[in-house]
């Protein structure tokens, strides 16, 4: 059992916790038992696996599931355990893996493809929020997710607990600009609408049966005007007076949703 803060191993998994070390590594930190799980249930490539004891002694089917698919599983200590989390009260386990290759915004990718419904985010800056969006694009069934450069890391520990296990199962890509993807999506037909506070179509007007990509921005500065101006349509979400903007992750909740009713009848 590893009990030692100072093990090579603790060390290189701390370094996890930040962003420059999740890139130098090319891993990130799967935290919980629910993450596990999700992981273990789509086959996802883990790296090390560490737990306390007392998880074991709880989890020993998951245990033994995850530990003969991994390079290195280990049991720790609470304590270094506690050295490798990122949060206050860990349940008991964390694994490491490799990080996705749509993270990594200097990799040519795939050009765009739409065919039913994705979203597009630019300069999403709180991990909850994209946690939030990525946990309700897959429960409403959205194709895909492009995100901007400039916005919180898709691997980000707390994004990854807010999707509640809901990031492994949405296609994602990192884009160094999101007006490329735009473009392509128009050079192929594909409807673009941008969410906007002043102008006169409310969300629920457009036609959202067709492909569509749906952008939306910035928690306090909302889109960028020239993305927003590439829209086939901008549409609002309306407000009641006094009340200055929404969540995003609620509207993206209701753009997804509203989707998702337009098309009853041809989807579940």
């Not at 803060?5 to 070390?21: D, M």
């Not at 901007?148 to 890509?173: E, H, I």
């Not at 209701?254 to 989807?267: P, S, T, V």
């Amino acid at each position: 059992m590893l009990t030692s803060t100072q093990n090579p191993l603790v060390k290189e998994i701390r370094k996890l916790q930040k962003a420059k070390g999740r890139r130098e590594q090319q891993l990130f930190l799967l935290e919980g038992t629910h993450l596990l799980e999700e992981a273990y249930a789509i086959d996802y490539p883990l790296i090390t696996v560490c737990c306390t004891p007392e998880w074991l002694q709880s989890h020993p089917q998951l245990w033994q599931n995850i530990s003969g698919r991994c390079q290195r599983a280990e049991i720790v200590s609470p304590e270094v355990l506690n050295a490798i989390a990122t949060t206050v009260h860990p349940d008991g386990v964390i694994a490491t893996a490799m990080r996705p290759l749509g993270l990594d915004s200097t990799q040519p990718h795939p050009s765009p493809i739409v065919t039913s419904i994705s979203l597009a985010l630019e300069t999403v800056q709180d991990p909850g929020n994209l946690g939030t969006i990525i946990r309700t694009a897959a429960a409403a069934g959205a194709e895909r997710l492009w995100l901007s450069t400039d916005s919180v890391d898709l691997d980000n520990p707390k994004v990854l607990r807010s999707s509640a296990g809901q990031w492994f199962r949405l296609p994602m890509v990192v884009s160094p600009d999101l007006n490329d993807v735009v473009d392509q999506c128009k050079a192929q037909g594909i409807q673009i609408v941008a969410t906007v506070p002043d102008v006169t179509e409310h969300y629920w007007d457009i036609d959202l049966q067709c492909p569509t990509l749906i952008l939306l921005g910035n928690e306090a500065a909302g889109l960028k005007a020239d993305l927003a101006a590439k829209a086939d349509w901008q549409v609002k979400i309306p407000l009641m007076p006094g009340v200055e903007s929404l969540n995003v992750a609620i509207a993206a909740a209701l753009m997804l949703y509203e989707a998702k009713r337009q098309r009853r009848g041809r989807e579940g």
